[in-house]
């Protein structure tokens, strides 16, 4: 009994050795940073609204160029507590103003913060780690002529088991993917342009795609729409077999540039202010994210009802 004992204790050590280091978080390969140059600041107000930055990091209820403010304090619910958006303004104290280029392209793409330790997945750098480093430089250069904040953001809460980072790094293993969701046979360049907006900066399906029980993506229903964290109601499902299945894609792209859908009612909830991101990209950034959902497999919806 004693020897079967010890086996136990020593097989137990090993695997919390193990679990130890494939949790441990990770970062980007220097070679990674090589050759981006100065960050083009227009091309990174661009990316700043494509990655919806101040839905989630300028305070509640901020308008015009308070959303410029990134104060945070936005409270996310979700089933595993209450997350909290943090300050990300250049401040050096309470925002971001004292991390590096490479402190902040490890959050975006590999969910690590500059302590060396795990982000949570409230912050969706499970998209964002498909956006191009060069992208991301010109976005970390933008966000650096923002005015600062020093504002302090509430702490998460959080109970056991879920306060324990670490764990992240297991789930992680388990969803953190920066290949493409779609394969398309043959995109083109607009095709191209959708997937990359949708799946990465503009992370469409963190929202609109159902969740597994430890709050993973289904990538099998894709887009098919999802339960509302913050309340009642439902995300729709965007797939051509969804909500936008009568809509061209003109319509699509005008209700992303006007909040107007074709039946003449306007935008609600969440969705407004990511309609108000993505009215201030380029009209053919609008029409690719058209195209690309138009072009993805229809689903059935995704939530628990899962009727039309």
């Known amino acids: 009994m004693r020897r079967l004992f010890g086996i136990l204790v020593v097989l137990a050590v090993i695997v919390a050795v193990v679990l130890w280091f494939l949790s441990a978080p990770g970062t980007l390969d220097e070679a990674e940073f090589a050759g981006l140059g100065e960050p083009d600041l227009a091309r990174g107000e661009e990316m700043f609204w494509a990655g919806g930055c101040a839905s989630c990091h300028a305070a509640p209820g901020a308008k015009g160029d308070d959303k410029l ?65 060069a992208d991301l430089n010109d976005m970390w250069g933008y966000l650096l002529t923002l005015p600062a904040s020093d504002n302090v953001a509430l702490q998460h809460e959080l109970g056991f088991p879920f306060n324990i980072r670490r764990a992240v790094g297991l789930w992680n293993l388990l969803y953190l993917r920066d290949v493409p969701v ?9 095709l191209s342009r959708g997937q990359y907006l949708v799946e990465g900066p503009g992370h469409c399906g963190e929202c609109h795609t159902p969740r597994s029980l430890i709050g993973g993506l289904e990538l099998g229903e894709w ?57 201030k990209l380029p009209a053919s950034d609008r029409e690719a994210i058209a195209a690309y959902l138009k072009a993805i497999p229809g689903r059935p919806n995704g939530y628990p009802a899962r009727s039309d």
């Open 69 to 133: 403010l990134l104060t945070g304090g936005l409270a996310i619910k979700s089933d595993f507590g209450t997350f909290y958006a943090p300050n990300i303004s250049p401040d050096t104290s309470a925002g971001i103003g004292d991390w590096t280029f490479a402190q902040f392209a490890n959050a975006m793409k590999k969910g690590t913060s500059p302590q060396g330790t795990h982000l949570y997945p409230s912050f969706p750098y499970t998209s964002y780690t498909r956006i191009a480093m």
């Open 182 to 190: 779609m394969n398309f046979s043959s995109p083109d360049d607009q």
């Open 223 to 279: 887009l098919a729409g999802a339960t509302n964290p913050d309340g009642e109601g439902i995300i729709p499902n965007i797939t051509p077999d969804g909500s936008i299945k009568d809509w061209s894609a003109g319509d699509i792209a005008y209700y992303l540039e006007s909040g107007f859908t074709p039946d003449f009612d306007t935008v609600g909830g969440s969705m407004v202010s990511v309609q108000e991101n993505m009215a």
